[in-house]
């Protein structure tokens, strides 16, 4: 499989979050001929929604995703407080026109040990935004996160429990893809299969580093560890995935400290050469 070009790209802010704003990042993406954009919700609430979309609409970027919804088992229940601010990452979702709202479901409710109930947190939560989503016409995307977050960020984390919850759901709701929370999983090609087109929402590249240094913030650029990206993105292709690969890299030690525009370089070359 030969390599993507840099439109095939899309830049997740996260990538850049030390360093840029949003608007930087718009232009940034313009400068290096990288083809969409991600936000998180607090550069894009820092700029502001409606000139944030603007700003994109007239870049020309499409939206792979916005980053992120969930957190719906923090309190132990899923409460008012957190089903408007769902619904609020819906309305934004909306206005920028993301490819899909991305969740981050939540871990274990505080000083609790109940994963069964905080699986069934998750469900409900997710039911009730799906509602609100399926009128507002966005996407809802279940991200699966390595199990080494089930307890403190989310407790869904397999392509496999995602999908069943997204069976149980119906219609608006998938998966974003993301190669360092999913390329251990020995049932990943039948999950993908599984998911079909209309399910495998977002497809996330960055890279696993052995040793890892931090359970959180030590994901290494495309081509610098040991997953197969070309088989991962070719896996989900193969099963009608067309979207753009969005680059999540959270990296304190090493591509946080860089200089921005020397990140965005080294991910349109390993764009080519690594995935
Ligand atoms: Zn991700």
Redesign the pocket.
């Known amino acids: 499989m030969s390599g993507l070009e840099p439109h095939r790209l899309s830049l997740?802010t996260a990538t850049v979050r030390e360093k840029w704003s949003l608007a930087e990042c718009i232009e940034g993406c313009l400068r290096h001929g990288i083809g969409g954009i991600s936000p998180w919700r607090d550069k894009l609430q820092e700029m502001g929604v409606d000139k944030a979309a603007r700003a994109i609409r007239e870049a020309g970027l499409a939206v792979s995703g916005l980053?992120r919804g969930g957190w719906f088992t923090a309190s132990g229940a899923v409460d008012r407080t957190v089903i408007d601010d769902n619904r609020r990452a819906v309305d934004e979702a909306a206005a920028i026109g993301a490819a899909c709202l991305?969740m981050v479901v939540g871990g274990l409710a505080k000083d609790s040990r109940d994963l069964p109930g905080a699986w069934a947190l998750v469900e409900e939560g997710l039911a009730r935004t799906l509602d609100y989503a399926r009128e507002a016409g966005v996407r809802i995307a279940i991200?699966p996160?390595h199990p080494m977050y089930a307890a403190d960020r989310a407790c869904v984390n397999t392509m496999r429990h995602a999908l069943d919850i997204c069976d149980r759901l119906g219609p608006g709701i998938g998966c974003?893809v993301?190669v360092?929370?999913v390329w251990w999983d020995n049932e990943l090609e039948a999950q993908l299969q599984r998911a079909g087109k209309d399910r495998i929402m977002?497809f996330?590249i960055?890279d696993w580093l052995v040793p890892t240094r931090d359970l959180l913030t030590d994901r290494g650029m495309m081509g610098d560890g040991v997953i197969d990206i070309p088989r991962l993105r070719g896996l989900a292709e193969s099963n009608g995935f067309s979207g753009l690969n969005?680059v999540?890299i959270f990296s304190a030690l090493d591509w946080w400290r860089r200089d921005a525009d020397e990140v965005l370089a080294t991910i349109v070359r390993r764009g080519r050469t690594a995935c």
């Open positions: 997740n980053c991305v991200e996160l974003a993301d360092y929370h977002a996330h960055c969005e999540e």
